[in-house]
């Protein structure tokens, strides 16, 4: 009898513990947006990113993206930030659809506050840099500056170019400029130009030069 009892108790547990194993694996295979949700919200935060790429990629939805961009920087993965936030602005930069998602997101942003669009674009820029691809990450500041503020992505490239602390930035920032000239609106850079120049050497030289 007692071993008929014990026989039952196991048998229910393991019945409990493969619906449950059946109900986890149904939401991550048919529900990959709520699986994303929940992974988010109990901070498996790679598991989590993994999940909003497979739904981006299902959608292929604007908001969707952003989520994948939104739970890699929750994972610190710059790497999947870089590569879906240079999708982002490659493909809805200048897009209404990206516009109206930037106003709805900014509508409390005082003047000369931190815009949806510059927070993104900085993201991706930093993310860029910081896994040593310069060159790109100036192509991108430059291609996708909407106005030249204390808040683009730009500016940050500007900042770090510094030559006490970055002079190859500089140097590309400036190499950048002169290549992607033709396609970009110039008067959108005098500031930026300007920024590079008044840098100078020991003997008052400008380390950059146009």
Do not use: H, W
């Amino acid at each position: 009898m007692k071993k008929t009892i014990i026989k039952t108790a196991l048998f229910t547990v393991l019945a409990l513990i493969c619906c449950l194993f059946l109900s986890v694996f149904s939401i991550f295979a048919f529900a990959p947006k709520l699986s994303a949700k929940i992974t988010y919200d109990l901070g498996m935060k790679k598991m989590s990113t993994s999940c909003y790429e497979r739904v981006y990629k299902k959608t292929g939805d604007l908001e969707d993206l952003i989520m994948v961009i939104d739970s890699a920087v929750y994972a610190e993965d710059k790497e999947t930030i870089a590569q879906y936030g240079v999708m982002l602005f490659d493909t809805y930069g200048n897009t209404s659809e990206f516009k109206n998602y930037c106003d709805v997101c900014d509508v409390d942003v005082q003047e000369g506050g931190y815009t949806t669009y510059d927070y993104y674009a900085n993201t991706v820029f930093m993310a860029l840099y910081s896994q040593g691809q310069k060159e790109k990450a100036v192509e991108f500041a430059i291609v996708n500056l909407k106005k030249y503020t204390d808040r683009s992505a730009l500016k940050r490239a500007v900042v770090l170019a510094n030559p006490t602390n970055d002079k190859e930035l500089g140097l590309l920032l400036v190499k950048g400029y002169k290549r992607l000239r033709p396609t970009i609106d110039i008067s959108l850079f005098n500031d930026f130009r300007e920024e590079l120049i008044a840098y100078k050497d020991a003997d008052g030289n400008s380390v950059y030069k146009f």
